[in-house]
């Protein structure tokens, strides 16, 4: 059975960093696109970067340029470098597949205050 565990949220003041981690025990996990989530109090969950089997990576408009995503195959884990942060960016994040694909983990907490 598929599992997601992220973790290394925390609370932040505008402008500071985060990183957070995805470990999926995903059998083949190198061939999928996996991606980060955000859903923001009230809000529907958002897909904010995706990066491709390849390495290939894209973002959404509002983090482009502060948040970076990685992945480690051997370790079955996807990394979110979330810099310069913004108090929009407060939410539980996921990750999943770019298409979700496996039950949804529990997400990590990101608290940004001014």
């Known amino acids: 059975q598929v599992q997601i565990v992220e973790s290394g949220g925390g609370s932040v003041q505008v402008g500071g960093s985060l990183r957070l981690s995805c470990a999926a025990s995903?059998?083949?996990?190198?061939?999928?696109?996996m991606g980060w989530y955000r859903q923001a109090p009230g809000q529907q969950r958002k897909l904010v970067a995706g990066i491709q089997w390849r390495g290939t990576t894209n973002y959404a408009d509002s983090v482009k340029g502060r948040f970076t995503i990685s992945r480690d195959n051997d370790k079955k884990t996807v990394y979110l470098d979330m810099n310069n942060l913004k108090v929009e960016d407060t939410g539980t994040y996921y990750c999943?597949?770019?298409?979700?694909?496996?039950?949804w983990g529990q997400g990590t907490q990101v608290t940004v205050s001014s």
């Open positions: 999943n597949g770019f298409t979700p694909t496996w039950p």
């Open positions: 995903v059998r083949h996990f190198r061939t999928y696109a």
